[in-house]
């Protein structure tokens, strides 16, 4: 049989550009070359699709302060017709698309949605689901009409409450208070987040924030434990068991997670109680379907201390996925081994294309 043609897309315009090019080289080194011949395009921070040599996308990457993009490629030209994916001298052969990308314009249903039009099948939550996994205040609605518990938060407006602190500082005392948490609704990786204390520092936290995002949210910082669940699948989903982050920081920060190497502690198959453990994988699945998610997710959990409460704090729909995040070692623990996973992930992607494949784009009235 010939081999799958895998193409990775890596990099991008976000805040997150350099995670993505760790994540993919981490995917890019365990997937099987028995069944899979792959590509790799890395999106340059200028928006540039670069055709690059798996063997040196990445310049630096054990050096998470210093990693780049290699970018040093041959540039990608699309057509809307097949073959979609061009350089000036050939075409790129591809079945399915692995994208690792996190963030903007690549986890937040924008290139989801290219693809769809493109009709080219792809790893991951399709581009209604990601954007809502995106949105982490329209998500929270979704979350809350499933019945799921979400901590108290206020979204603001750049447009319509930047020009207005003292009002929006009022606001934020009044109705959520200190300490809270200030981060932009549409990003991850802690950028651009920040733990509150008191008055004096919500105005440069919000600031900070409304520099990666328009819209915000302030939520209550609440005494919890942060715990995460793993899901795979389409229509049926596989909950992993638990982990734990133990932050070693004030709180799990960008620092914390990626340039600190002593940030946090990742307790992968955390002990909880087993009522509790149950309870939270159920809230997992339910927050999973409440987006529309398909393939895979990391459900991201706040457990209050004292009340023992699972509070849903966000489903990432391209969580990390070097060998040593959370996603893939929760999976790891569960039975599914990290090459396991890949091929999994392809699998679910290529099922989905085919269903709806199927469907018509055309409308004839049924003969009778």
């Known amino acids: 049989m010939d081999r799958i043609k895998v193409l990775v897309l890596c990099g991008g315009r976000?805040?997150?550009?350099?995670?993505?090019?760790?994540?993919?080289?981490?995917?890019?080194?365990?997937?099987?070359?028995?069944?899979?011949?792959?590509?790799?395009?890395?999106?340059?921070?200028?928006?540039?699709?670069?055709?690059?040599?798996?063997?040196?996308?990445?310049?630096?990457?054990?050096?998470?302060?210093?990693v780049r993009l290699n970018t040093n490629g041959v540039e990608v030209l699309f057509s809307p017709v097949p073959p979609h994916f061009r350089t000036r001298d050939s075409h790129i052969d591809v079945d399915v698309i692995f994208p690792v990308l996190h963030g903007t314009y690549g986890e937040d249903g924008t290139l989801q949605g290219m693809l769809e039009m493109l009709g080219v099948p792809y790893v991951g939550a399709n581009h209604l689901a990601s954007a809502i996994g995106m949105d982490k205040e329209v998500s929270k609605r979704l979350f809350r009409e499933a019945g799921l518990d979400v901590v108290k938060y206020i979204a603001l407006?750049?447009?319509?409450?930047?020009?207005?602190?003292?009002?929006?500082?009022?606001?934020?005392?009044?109705?959520?208070?200190?300490p809270c948490?200030?981060?932009?609704?549409?990003?991850?990786?802690?950028?651009?987040?920040?733990?509150?204390?008191?008055?004096?520092?919500?105005?440069?936290?919000?600031?900070?924030?409304?520099?990666?995002?328009?819209?915000i949210l302030v939520e209550e910082a609440i005494n919890a434990r942060e715990i995460e669940c793993s899901l795979l699948g389409n229509s049926s989903v596989l909950a992993s068991c638990l982990g734990e982050i133990v932050p070693r920081h004030e709180f799990y920060s960008y620092e914390a997670k990626y340039l600190d190497p002593n940030g946090a502690e990742l307790i992968i198959g955390v002990d909880v109680e087993e009522g509790l453990a149950r309870r939270i994988q159920d809230a997992a699945k339910r927050a999973f379907e409440a987006i529309g998610c398909e393939g895979m997710a990391r459900a991201d959990f706040l457990v209050d201390k004292e009340k023992g409460i699972p509070y849903i704090n966000e489903v990432n729909t391209i969580p990390g996925f070097t060998k040593i995040s959370m996603y893939p070692k929760l999976l790891e623990k569960s039975g599914i081994p990290y090459h396991e996973l890949i091929d999994r992930l392809i699998k679910l992607a290529l099922e989905r294309h085919e269903l709806k494949r199927r469907l018509k784009t055309d409308f004839k009235r049924a003969s009778r």
């Open 14 to 66: 976000s805040g997150e550009h350099e995670i993505s090019l760790i994540s993919a080289r981490s995917v890019i080194s365990a997937i099987r070359r028995d069944i899979y011949d792959v590509a790799v395009i890395g999106i340059d921070k200028n928006g540039r699709w670069l055709l690059l040599d798996e063997r040196d996308f990445v310049i630096n990457p054990d050096d998470p302060v210093n």
């Open 157 to 178: 407006h750049f447009e319509r409450d930047a020009s207005c602190l003292n009002h929006v500082c009022d606001r934020v005392e009044r109705e959520i208070g200190f």
């Open 181 to 215: 948490f200030v981060k932009p609704a549409n990003l991850g990786s802690s950028v651009g987040t920040n733990k509150v204390h008191n008055r004096d520092e919500l105005t440069p936290a919000l600031l900070d924030a409304w520099q990666y995002d328009l819209k």
